[in-house]
């Protein structure tokens, strides 16, 4: 029973709970799938063990949850070719042991390939043509009954790895973007499986590889060689020394002489702590360099804020910095000064002029609301944009709901509070921020950070362009790009956020993360929810604990709202926080009433 549960679930979600109503289909919890024979399945002799599953051309548009079809432990054939399957190919797929043959031709996977496929040792048959999947190809060279591997249109990048080619009867890897020389498939394969991919090179292709580096020398020369560097290493090291003890005494004099600004000293510090990619090592937010150097001061403004009361910007630079996170729209560091940490947000690829972005920071401060983050600072010059807020080490909203060390904070009652503290913060954002046409543009989870007393909190609040600029928005927010029926304006930026919301929404009911975009999230519950099948959606850990049904039945209403196609149905975040904040009264009452 638990495989024939397990099967339904992957045929829902690799549906989107579209399964067909044809009679004999099955796949359905009252038949069995071997001795009723579901469609596309064929199982043992003794009609115990699901062997194949064979769904080619079935218009099939969900993901595949490997880890559920996988629990059919004796799957030898999985083929779901010509379908329209999205997302990845999960590391689960190593759960089917038994697995012989996997055919995933003409779908639209994508992401890199799992590396656990090199652990299917019983692996015949790989076809993953007509993808988008992209990365390295993982070493499949410990399988050794391998003997197709077909891999033609991808986005595959990397060098080719090891493959036994003279087990091989079927081998492509044409069009992709994959490098490096041709291994040598000792003459069974032509010029057409590597083709297409223009950093390719080497027989049997028409481009020659660049010679490769001398052989190494003989061995005794090359140890009187390696230690006449080793000497001439020393002298080098020598050399830098004395030359940086005469720099810095040079600078001690001079600074005596001249009583210069601390700023000169950021060069150095700043390069040191953050990763340096620009040229003359200058750091990754080092503004030093750059013309305004005289105004950096000037361009940094505190804001009242008893944290920051006795920040100055160059301890800030000083500081040594931790890289975070490294987003589409900026990297974050956290910064420890003078025993306070705060996280610094490197803004990146937005064309707002300095004054446009103080204006609009200082325009979001005056905003000041218990669930949301206020901004301790920010930077502003031509060139780069800071923002400063203080740490919170309790995290963010993402990391309770899906890592593993998800805590059991998160029973009903706590999401339910998150939902209604950031549904209100967010209504009177909106409301403040209205007629400048400032809304949040990037609600996510882990934009939502939880405070000391893990009370929700909006973090980056208006740090997105605005929707003017279409293509950075069309770029970054995936739900919108994916809903095709809103044309970006201003007018509906606001209801992108309550979009977001409804996702946020959807992930602290699912307690499932967004995928590739919160439309994949939205989508599935959709689906779930046009089958009738409602109760599937909840996180499995709210059923457990007894939560009442019908007050996550309100909630998943509200969320539906929020993510409805069309902008002009979804309600305003007034709305939403008003009948959110009516479902936690009920819930409150009832729990008092039990109490
Ligand atoms: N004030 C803060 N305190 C603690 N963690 C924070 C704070 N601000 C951001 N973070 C965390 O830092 C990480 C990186 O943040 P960042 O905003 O770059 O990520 P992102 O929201 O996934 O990407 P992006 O905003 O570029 O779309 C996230 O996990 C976020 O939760």
């Known amino acids: ?66 880890a559920f079809v996988c629990e059919a432990t004796s799957l030898a054939v999985l083929s779901l070719n010509e379908n329209e399957i999205v997302g990845t190919l999960p590391q689960e797929i190593s759960n089917c042991r038994r697995l012989t043959h996997l055919y995933l031709r003409g779908n639209k996977l994508s992401s890199n390939l799992p590396s656990s496929i090199s652990r299917l040792s019983n692996l015949k048959r790989f076809v993953i043509s007509d993808n988008a999947f992209s990365g390295q190809i993982p070493d499949m060279s410990r399988i050794s009954g391998l003997i197709t591997f077909l891999a033609e249109r991808n986005q595959l990048t990397g060098q080719i790895p090891k493959f036994d080619f003279s087990n091989l009867v079927g081998f492509n890897v044409s069009y ?42 003989h061995p005794v020369a090359k140890k009187r060689k390696v230690s006449y560097f080793i000497y001439l290493g020393y002298a080098i090291l020598g050399l830098i020394i004395i030359l940086l003890l005469v720099w810095k005494l040079f600078k001690c004099i ?56 006795k920040l100055r910007f160059e301890d800030m ?76 080490q309790n995290g963010s909203l993402f990391k309770h709901l899906h890592s593993s060390q998800g805590s059991k904070v998160f029973e009903w009652a706590s999401r339910l509070a998150i939902a209604a503290s950031v549904a209100e913060a967010l209504a009177f954002m909106h409301e403040g921020l209205q007629n400048d046409d400032i809304p949040h543009g990037n609600m996510k989870s882990t934009n939502i950070l939880l405070n000391d007393d ?43 956020d309550v979009y977001s919301f409804g996702v946020i929404l959807l992930e602290l009911l699912t307690g499932k993360p967004v995928q590739a975009s919160g439309y994949d999230l939205s989508r599935w519950v959709n689906s779930v929810v046009r089958a009738e099948w409602t109760g599937e959606v909840f996180d499995k850990s709210l059923i457990t604990d007894g939560t009442n049904e019908e007050r996550m039945i309100n909630l998943l209403h509200v969320a539906l709202k929020c993510i409805d196609t069309s902008p002009d149905a979804r309600p305003n975040m007034k709305e ?20």
């Open 1 to 66: 029973l638990e495989v024939r549960r397990a099967l339904v679930k992957f045929m829902n979600k690799i549906s989107l709970g579209n399964i067909s109503k044809e009679v004999n289909f099955g796949w359905d919890l009252s038949s069995d799938p071997c001795t009723n024979k579901w469609e596309g399945i064929t199982c043992d002799s003794k009609k115990q063990h699901v062997k194949n599953i064979v769904l080619d051309q079935k218009n099939l548009t969900g993901i595949l949850d490997a």
């Open 176 to 217: 992709n973007n994959l490098t490096g020389p041709v291994p040598d498939v000792k003459g069974h394969f032509s010029s057409s499986s590597f083709s297409g991919n223009p950093g390719l090179c080497g027989v049997p292709l028409p481009s020659i590889c660049p010679p490769s580096p001398p052989p190494t020398p």
């Open 254 to 309: 001079r600074k005596k002489k001249s009583g210069s600004s601390p700023m000169d000293q950021n060069k150095t510090i700043i390069s040191s702590s953050v990763v340096t990619k620009t040229p003359k090592n200058r750091s990754e937010y080092s503004i030093t360099s750059s013309p305004e150097n005289s105004m950096l001061s000037a361009s940094f403004e505190i804001l009242s804020s008893p944290l920051a009361n």
């Open 317 to 392: 630079l000083r500081a040594p910095a931790e890289l975070i996170g490294k987003g589409k729209h900026g990297s974050v560091y956290k910064v420890n000064v003078d025993g306070v940490t705060l996280v610094v947000k490197r803004i990146s690829g937005w064309n707002i002029s300095k004054d446009d972005f103080k204006k609009r920071m200082q325009r979001i401060h005056r905003m000041k609301h218990p669930h949301v983050l206020p901004l301790v600072a920010f930077y502003s010059s031509k060139q780069e944009k800071l923002t400063v807020y203080k740490y919170q």
């Open 454 to 496: 893990m009370e929700a909190c909006i973090g980056e609040y208006g740090l997105m362009p605005n929707n003017q600029d279409e293509s950075f928005i069309a770029q970054s927010d995936h739900s919108i790009r994916e809903d095709h029926s809103v044309a970006i304006t201003t007018r509906n930026a606001f209801k992108m």
């Open 576 to 595: 939403v926080a008003f009948i959110i904040n009516s479902i936690k009264e009920d819930e409150e009452k009832s729990v008092s009433a039990f109490s």
